[in-house]
């Protein structure tokens, strides 16, 4: 059968066509052919007996096609796969059956049929003939063969006729059938077209349905998650955190904030791709580890975040051991660099926060700390460091008034010459008084990094500084000042050039303004601060390692620099009787060959100075010389030592 052409949709759609109109045209063969068989009184016993036998068959095959109706009703509702090639032939064998049983019929019973029969007989088979054009339209085939089959033999049959009557008859007939041929094929052709135009359409839509659920997708997976690790973005993790919190307020959650350690290395030594790759497979490791009931996000950069249950403490301690020995792990791409591990902090719901953001925030507190102790471990929240953030806080906003408002100060310490005892420069130290209390600049400076007050706090101290490096023009030997320069600092492109503008400003020579910098710094982009390091040496500015010997490989960075100070840390002279001596002499005599200046700092008592002006330390610095003064006293200071060692 010529169904090939047909998309298994558009057989379906012409099916259902074709067996939607079964019924009433199988009703109307059987009333007809009963009619027919009985309508018409036959004294031949041979021609009734032949009838009812052409009756019997006709019926079996009209019982067939029902039976063959029902199974396609069956099968169309039970909405699994079938055979569409097979229904339609079925149906077109069913429907060229029958319509083959009219056409015997008429040539079987016709030499015994009188003429009302005859005429009764080809108006019933034009009348099924016509009926069919829409009846059969879903099968261009069977509608054509259809109406072919019920007209054309008998038709012609009646046309051959020597009876002027049957002969007109037959005429018509013929006629009727070319009409109903024909208009079977269009009718069928229109509703092909139709069916084809309505799956076309349904292809469409579906088309256009799959694309806008594509993009519906697409755009979930755009707005919740992070397009690098594939995890929930912070948007996404706060929402669905939250919805887990309000659905479920009596079970209890841990927050877990996981910051990277060592990352920035991985960057800035393999590159950004590398550090990319390196965070997919980390967002991979958090979730091996975690299970479908946790929700975790990349909560930016190099930080992630994990929403957890858990039954006691121990266990939540386990899963948070789990999650650091997996990133910690080593990685088989890169087994020769060093990897990244991380460090944790937790808080727990409801003790440390009754909302997400609480946890969040406390979590976050509780990580900072630990990686100000130690990297690569797990701190819980607790109270004490609530109260410490609560002072880190007050502390960030009254510095940066303290900024604004000129309440920071210099104070300022002598470094001597050791043979001569006289100054040959000051290192400017910052204080902060407030509300009475004394802060120290190691708690002060931390806070001032960690919420970015440290550039603008820094460039305030080196014009300060340049102030007073100013006030000492008029002395007959220049002394210089030193500040210190952090980290971050450094890190500015434009330090250099903003450094450049002070001095200018107070007409300060730049080799009379001592830039001391700890050796540690380098442990971070050796590279990048070497680069800032050589640019201010360029311009004429004195380069000072502070806090020489405790850092990151100290000869190396003295040899790439070409340093003029070295600062001997305190804890050398403390530690004079012991290796401290032997590590002095040591710096003392690569000095004198690389040619920079010693200082010792933490000098406190006369017998140290005497040790360390006898094995070559040129200068030096401690509260045995002086405690930092403050400026106004600094003067007086020099008057009094120009007036001691004249």
């Given at each position: 059968?010529?169904y090939?052409n047909?998309s298994?949709?558009?057989?379906k759609?012409a099916?259902?066509i074709?067996?939607?109109?079964?019924i009433?045209?199988i009703?109307?063969s059987?009333?007809?052919?009963?009619?027919l068989?009985f309508?018409?009184?036959?004294?031949?016993e041979?021609?009734?007996?032949?009838?009812?036998?052409?009756?019997?068959i006709m019926?079996?095959?009209?019982?067939l096609?029902?039976i063959?109706?029902g199974?396609?009703?069956?099968?169309?509702?039970s909405?699994q796969?079938?055979?569409?090639?097979?229904?339609?032939?079925?149906?077109a064998?069913?429907?060229?059956?029958?319509?083959v049983?009219?056409?015997?019929?008429?040539?079987?019973f016709?030499?015994?049929s009188s003429?009302?029969?005859v005429?009764?007989?080809?108006?019933?088979?034009?009348?099924?003939?016509?009926?069919?054009a829409?009846?059969?339209?879903?099968?261009?085939f069977?509608?054509?063969?259809?109406?072919?089959?019920?007209?054309?033999?008998?038709?012609?049959l009646?046309?051959?006729s020597?009876?002027?009557?049957q002969?007109v008859?037959?005429?018509l007939?013929?006629?009727?059938?070319?009409?109903?041929?024909a208009?079977?094929?269009?009718?069928?052709t229109?509703?092909?077209s139709?069916?084809?135009?309505k799956?076309?359409?349904?292809?469409l839509?579906n088309?256009?349905?799959?694309k806008?659920e594509?993009?519906t997708?697409?755009?979930?997976?755009?707005?919740n998650t992070?397009?690098?690790?594939?995890?929930?973005?912070?948007?996404a993790f706060l929402?669905n955190a939250?919805?887990q919190?309000?659905?479920?307020p009596?079970e209890?959650?841990?927050?877990?904030?996981v910051?990277?350690?060592?990352f920035?290395?991985?960057n800035d030594?393999?590159?950004?791709k590398?550090?990319?790759?390196?965070?997919?497979?980390?967002?991979?490791?958090?979730?091996n580890v975690?299970?479908q009931?946790?929700?975790k996000?990349?909560?930016?950069?190099d930080?992630?975040?994990i929403?957890?249950t858990y039954?006691?403490?121990?266990?939540?301690i386990e899963?948070?051991?789990?999650?650091?020995?997996?990133?910690?792990?080593?990685?088989?791409?890169?087994?020769y660099?060093k990897?990244?591990?991380a460090?944790?902090?937790?808080?727990m719901?409801?003790e440390?926060?009754?909302?997400?953001?609480?946890l969040?925030?406390s979590?976050d507190?509780?990580?900072y700390?630990?990686?100000?102790m130690?990297k690569?471990?797990?701190?819980?929240?607790?109270?004490?460091?609530?109260?410490?953030?609560?002072?880190?806080y007050?502390l960030s906003?009254?510095?940066?008034?303290?900024?604004?408002?000129?309440?920071l100060?210099l104070?300022?310490?002598?470094?001597?010459d050791?043979?001569t005892s006289?100054?040959?420069?000051?290192?400017?130290l910052?204080?902060?008084?407030?509300?009475g209390?004394?802060?120290?600049?190691?708690?002060f400076?931390?806070?001032?990094e960690?919420?970015g007050?440290?550039?603008?706090?820094?460039?305030?101290?080196?014009e300060?500084?340049c102030?007073?490096a100013?006030?000492?023009?008029?002395?007959?030997?220049?002394?210089?000042?030193?500040v210190?320069?952090?980290v971050?600092?450094l890190?500015?492109?434009?330090f250099?050039?903003?450094v450049?503008?002070?001095?200018?400003n107070?007409?300060?020579?730049?080799?009379?303004?001592?830039?001391?910098?700890?050796?540690?710094?380098?442990?971070?982009?050796?590279?990048?601060?070497l680069?800032?390091?050589?640019?201010l040496?360029?311009q004429g500015?004195?380069?000072?390692i502070?806090?020489f010997?405790t850092?990151y490989?100290?000869?190396s960075?003295?040899?790439?620099?070409?340093?003029?100070?070295?600062?001997i840390?305190r804890?050398?002279i403390?530690?004079?009787?012991?290796?401290g001596?032997?590590?002095?002499?040591?710096?003392v005599?690569?000095?004198?060959?690389?040619?920079?200046?010693?200082?010792?700092?933490g000098?406190?008592?006369?017998e140290q100075?005497?040790?360390?002006t006898?094995?070559g330390?040129s200068?030096?610095?401690?509260?045995?010389?002086?405690?930092?003064?403050?400026v106004?006293f600094?003067d007086?200071?020099?008057?009094?030592?120009?007036?001691?060692?004249?």
């Amino acid at each position: 059968m010529p169904y090939n052409n047909l998309s298994n949709n558009e057989r379906k759609e012409a099916l259902k066509i074709l067996y939607s109109n079964a019924i009433s045209g199988i009703a109307v063969s059987v009333l007809v052919s009963v009619a027919l068989v009985f309508a018409f009184d036959i004294t031949n016993e041979k021609t009734n007996h032949d009838k009812v036998v052409w009756l019997g068959i006709m019926m079996c095959v009209l019982t067939l096609r029902i039976i063959d109706v029902g199974l396609f009703l069956k099968a169309q509702n039970s909405r699994q796969p079938y055979n569409t090639h097979s229904y339609l032939n079925r149906f077109a064998i069913g429907c060229i059956s029958t319509a083959v049983f009219w056409c015997g019929y008429a040539l079987w019973f016709h030499s015994t049929s009188s003429t009302v029969e005859v005429t009764t007989t080809i108006a019933i088979l034009s009348a099924l003939a016509g009926g069919s054009a829409n009846l059969l339209s879903g099968s261009r085939f069977t509608a054509v063969l259809y109406s072919f089959t019920l007209l054309a033999p008998y038709s012609f049959l009646l046309a051959l006729s020597n009876d002027h009557y049957q002969h007109v008859l037959g005429l018509l007939g013929l006629t009727f059938a070319t009409i109903m041929i024909a208009s079977s094929y269009k009718s069928a052709t229109f509703t092909h077209s139709a069916i084809k135009l309505k799956n076309q359409n349904r292809e469409l839509l579906n088309e256009m349905e799959n694309k806008v659920e594509q993009r519906t997708e697409e755009i979930y997976r755009l707005s919740n998650t992070d397009p690098l690790t594939n995890l929930l973005n912070r948007t996404a993790f706060l929402k669905n955190a939250n919805k887990q919190l309000a659905d479920n307020p009596k079970e209890p959650f841990a927050l877990l904030f996981v910051d990277l350690d060592g990352f920035k290395q991985i960057n800035d030594s393999l590159g950004h791709k590398v550090g990319d790759k390196v965070l997919k497979e980390i967002a991979l490791r958090i979730s091996n580890v975690c299970n479908q009931q946790l929700y975790k996000c990349r909560w930016g950069g190099d930080e992630f975040l994990i929403l957890a249950t858990y039954q006691n403490q121990t266990e939540l301690i386990e899963f948070a051991n789990k999650v650091l020995q997996s990133i910690s792990a080593e990685h088989e791409t890169y087994k020769y660099q060093k990897w990244v591990s991380a460090t944790i902090g937790m808080a727990m719901y409801p003790e440390h926060g009754s909302d997400l953001n609480t946890l969040i925030r406390s979590a976050d507190i509780a990580m900072y700390h630990q990686k100000r102790m130690a990297k690569g471990n797990i701190n819980i929240y607790n109270d004490s460091l609530k109260l410490k953030q609560e002072r880190e806080y007050l502390l960030s906003q009254r510095l940066a008034s303290a900024i604004e408002e000129n309440s920071l100060r210099l104070v300022f310490q002598p470094i001597v010459d050791s043979k001569t005892s006289k100054v040959t420069s000051f290192e400017s130290l910052l204080r902060w008084q407030l509300d009475g209390e004394n802060i120290f600049p190691d708690e002060f400076i931390t806070i001032a990094e960690q919420y970015g007050l440290i550039t603008q706090m820094g460039l305030w101290v080196i014009e300060q500084a340049c102030i007073q490096a100013n006030k000492f023009n008029h002395l007959p030997t220049k002394i210089a000042v030193s500040v210190n320069v952090s980290v971050i600092q450094l890190q500015d492109p434009n330090f250099v050039t903003k450094v450049l503008k002070i001095v200018n400003n107070h007409q300060v020579e730049p080799k009379d303004l001592h830039i001391e910098i700890t050796e540690s710094v380098f442990a971070k982009d050796k590279l990048t601060f070497l680069t800032a390091v050589k640019a201010l040496q360029k311009q004429g500015f004195c380069i000072s390692i502070d806090d020489f010997g405790t850092g990151y490989s100290s000869l190396s960075s003295m040899l790439d620099i070409g340093v003029d100070i070295v600062k001997i840390d305190r804890s050398f002279i403390q530690n004079m009787d012991k290796r401290g001596l032997s590590i002095i002499h040591a710096i003392v005599q690569m000095a004198s060959s690389l040619d920079f200046t010693v200082v010792a700092e933490g000098v406190e008592t006369i017998e140290q100075a005497n040790t360390l002006t006898n094995i070559g330390v040129s200068h030096l610095q401690g509260y045995y010389f002086s405690k930092p003064m403050e400026v106004d006293f600094v003067d007086a200071y020099l008057n009094e030592q120009n007036k001691l060692y004249r």
